[in-house]
């Protein structure tokens, strides 16, 4: 959720709830963590890679998500 809300550089910010953000967190682990590498190769998953992400969540608890978004965003 954070990584979609609070994007780097000229990306648009995402609004997306828990369960929506879910695919794009999944990503995020899979590319950075070194453990995931020979999953990566099996897949053929790399920078070049185009993948669609579905989020059909939005912020349905405002307070909740702009708790967890805003939360510790310096450590991002």
């Known amino acids: ?3 979609l809300g609070l994007p ?3 990306d648009q910010a995402i609004v997306s709830g828990e369960s929506g953000a879910v695919g794009v967190g999944l ?3 899979f590319m950075r963590q070194e453990e ?3 999953f990566r190769k099996t897949v053929k998953l790399d920078e070049t890679s185009v993948v669609l992400c579905f989020s059909t969540e939005g ?3 405002r307070e909740s998500y702009e708790q967890i ?6 450590g991002r």
């Open 1 to 3: 959720m954070r990584s």
């Open 8 to 10: 780097v550089g000229d």
């Open 27 to 29: 990503l995020d682990m």
């Open 36 to 38: 995931w590498e020979d």
């Open 59 to 61: 912020d349905t608890d």
């Open 69 to 74: 978004v805003r939360s510790d965003a310096k």
